[in-house]
């Protein structure tokens, strides 16, 4: 199982962008997809999660700038991040709560290798 991002860059600040990012491989399912975002002598955040159901919770400073969603069929899933400061500059980092296999149930936390996400003043 792989998790693949995109979409970062250098925006401006006002800016918006959309990341992504695809699970494949083999498995049967996938619960929570997240995205963390970690700043440059910061810990490791979480920006957003949404459920297989399409539930979703975000961190209060983005709270009303980003948006989280998910395609199941395309096992993917997307952060829009509107109205961008700088102080959201960071990799941003997707992972997925993964279903690998059956009786018994095991999952497991995959993690994709972050894209850089730089706001300019």
């Known amino acids: 199982v792989q998790l693949q991002a995109s979409g970062g860059g250098l925006v401006q600040a006002g800016g918006s962008m959309r990341l992504s990012c695809a699970a494949s491989?083999?498995?049967?399912?996938?619960?929570?997809m997240h995205w963390y975002r970690q700043a440059p002598g910061k810990q490791r955040e979480l920006v957003a999660h949404?459920?297989?159901?399409?539930?979703?919770t975000y961190v209060d400073s983005v709270k009303g700038r980003f948006t989280i969603s998910r395609d199941n069929a395309k096992n993917t899933v997307y952060l829009q991040m509107n109205s961008l400061r700088p102080e959201d500059t960071a990799v941003y980092y997707c992972?997925?709560?993964?279903?690998?296999?059956?009786?018994?149930?095991?999952?497991?936390?995959?993690w994709g290798p972050g894209t850089q996400v730089t706001v300019s003043s």
């Open positions: 949404v459920s297989s159901d399409g539930r979703t």
């Open positions: 992972a997925a709560d993964i279903l690998v296999s059956r009786s018994p149930d095991y999952w497991r936390d995959y």
């Open positions: 491989g083999t498995f049967f399912s996938i619960h929570y």
